[in-house]
């Protein structure tokens, strides 16, 4: 499913009728999935990476419940590697998640290549300055076990820092996992609402993942061999192309 945020709303008259229908269209959709959400133990980690190495470097065993965690790097450092691999076990566990692609260039192929169930990923496209809106109405839909809010395209911050301490306010409230991705610049404010701060490079096993320290662990790097499916970026992929496209030959 994908929903192509157009144009900035009103927040007192129109927010409010965007999530009521986000939830009914999503409850007739996967009927028990909307319900109101209660709160995560402290610790708790339902959702693991995908990469149980990973899993046993992050404390409770994964991405925490009901928090925001940033994955910062640069350009094919592995970052949305790390986002998918995530989804994949959510959703193959019968969860629903949300894309927030800011870049439009999200490619579903390449996402069921990872293992994600498209039939339980709602992808959103928003511009940069719908990104606030847009996040704070997917996450009060409370229909989402993880939300991914890609930014990696974005050389510099879209969100204040207020509003990220307002979209980790909605992640606790909704019991649901924020990653936001992106380059380092471009999450600097995420810095102060993050639970947890992970750092991707390329390594030549594949790609190095460093925890930053926290207030319960220390900080820690390990490698992880990620196998590169295609291209997330359709246009620069142009052996792959939507059905029914016309083929632009390459002179």
Known sequence: MILSWEHEMDPASERHEIVERLRRDIA????????AAAPAAPGLAPYPTGH??????????????GRVVAIAGPASSGKLSVAL??????????SCCAFIDTGGEFFPP??????IDLERLLVVRAPP??????????????AFALVVLDLSRRAAPCLTAAQVMRLGALCREADVTLLALGAPAALCS???????????????????????????????????????HASYCLRTTPRLRLAGSPARRRR
């Open 110 to 115: 390449s996402a069921a290549a990872c293992g």
């Open 190 to 228: 995420f810095t102060p609402a993050a639970a947890l701060r992970l750092g991707a490079t390329r390594s030549l096993a594949g790609t190095r993942v460093a925890l930053e320290g926290c207030a319960s662990t220390p900080p820690a790097t390990i490698e992880l061999h990620l196998v590169r």
């Open 28 to 35: 007739r959709r996967f009927p028990g999935v909307v319900r």
């Open 52 to 65: 149980p190495a990973l899993d046993a470097l992050l404390p409770g065993g994964g991405f925490p419940a």
């Open 129 to 142: 300055p719908a990104v606030p809106r847009a996040t704070c109405v997917t996450l009060q839909s409370r």
């Open 85 to 94: 691999a995530a989804v994949a076990r959510a959703t193959a566990g019968g």
